[in-house]
């Protein structure tokens, strides 16, 4: 399997230029990262085949969406035995509102990212959904004022 120290120049403008426009052509794409059409698909289908690229999404504006608000919600469970920690994961995937669930190291088990459309919609999400899932402990909660930076390109250009 590759890995991203095997792609070679090509291959990381290729990635560049999807992942700020997923909808491009293949011949468009060719013409930008400078090579044959032919090419350009094979190296594309590589990537796709070894896992670089999982996927193309549109990204919906999550305030048109009806979704202004992230909050921001450090989860504490009782235990983090192995078994816990896997019951609140497969809970916490149902509930449509969370974003992102990640395992911390630290004070808190879970960092979470749940968008909302203002604080009473949270306060419906925290009471029917988060203080229910299995094992949580503490809820710690708070509303981003303002997004300052948020990406969705990771770096892939040659490094140095």
Known sequence: ??????????????????QND??????????????????????TRNLEASGFIRGYVGLVDQARAGYPDNVL?????HSQQRDDLLAFEEAVRHVP?????YLMSGEADYLL???????PDYERVY?????GLPGVS?????????????????????AG
């Open 22 to 43: 997923g909808r491009l052509t293949n011949t468009a794409l060719a013409a930008r990262v400078n090579l044959s059409e032919s090419a350009c698909l094979r190296r």
């Open 113 to 119: 990212r749940v968008i909302v459309r203002d604080a």
């Open 1 to 18: 399997m590759k890995n991203f120290a095997d792609l070679d120049r090509s291959d990381r403008k290729i990635l560049h230029e999807l």
């Open 138 to 158: 503490r809820v710690h909660s708070s509303f981003t004022l303002r997004t300052v930076i948020k990406k969705t390109e990771l770096p892939v250009r040659s």
């Open 73 to 77: 919600v450090q989860i504490t469970l």
């Open 127 to 131: 009471s029917r959904h988060l203080t």
């Open 97 to 101: 509102e969370v974003m992102e669930c």
